[in-house]
């Protein structure tokens, strides 16, 4: 069985979907925690889980907290986000603090199941919330080379894995907010990515962004 733990402060929510998880196959919940804090001295004596499902707002400590401190202190624990929020800042800020997958608290059970499958098996789950076309990026391997992008676009790509809007990035770079687009849609085209998280996801699977 694939122990889960789920860490949300919405008692109810939380609840009704420990009880949808155990309906599944494959499944145990074996920790359920308000927060962060909580979840952490609930692991002293409880089995450390194969995945946390793990909320991003949450009081006392929250989502980034707790996922960088699982990725400090227990990097085999795979974390799943699960949230309402659909920004890319924090979708980025959850991938480069450890998380492995992004989803909604609206999403429908089965992409849930598929989801935990996947981070369980493959390490990860991308769906078109963090960008369409990397979804079919399975393989490592098929990333372009670093060395195909320019030293504009490297230094570009960096700069979109923080939480810079394009124009302070522009300001940054001492160009103007029209080559930004300009460096943005080549990373586009040349990764075969959509959206700022790609790019973010590429920067991190290459190394070219330390988590």
């Known amino acids: 069985m ?13 609840k009704s979907l420990g009880i949808l998880i155990g309906m599944l196959q494959d499944f145990d919940i074996t920790l359920q925690a308000d927060n962060g804090e909580d979840f952490i001295n ?7 889980p194969d995945i946390v499902l793990l909320d991003i707002t949450m009081p006392v400590m929250d989502g980034v907290e707790t996922a960088r401190w699982l990725k ?7 974390v799943l986000a699960l949230s309402m929020i659909k920004n890319d800042f924090i979708i980025i800020r959850m991938l480069k603090n450890g998380a492995r997958g992004y989803i909604l608290k609206d999403c429908e059970p089965s992409e849930l199941k598929t989801a935990l499958h996947e981070v369980y098996k493959k390490g ?23 060395h195909m992008l ?4 490297l230094i570009f790509l960096r700069w979109a894995c923080s939480e810079k809007t ?41 190394g070219i962004v330390q988590v």
Request: net charge negative; hydrophobic share 35%; proline share 5%.
């Open 2 to 14: 694939i122990k889960i733990a789920l860490v949300d402060d919405h008692v109810i929510l939380r």
């Open 166 to 206: 394009h124009k302070e990035i522009a300001e940054e770079m001492k160009v103007s907010h029209r080559t930004i687009d300009g460096y943005r849609d080549s990373l586009f085209k040349k990764l075969n990515v959509s959206s700022r998280v790609g790019i973010a996801i590429y920067a991190i699977k290459t």
């Open 150 to 153: 320019n030293e504009q676009e």
């Open 42 to 48: 609930q692991l002293k004596t409880n089995p450390l």
């Open 124 to 146: 990860y789950y991308y769906n078109e919330l963090i960008t369409p076309k990397m979804k079919a990026k399975d393989d490592p391997e098929e990333d372009i080379p670093v």
């Open 72 to 78: 400090q202190n227990y990097p085999e624990v795979k």
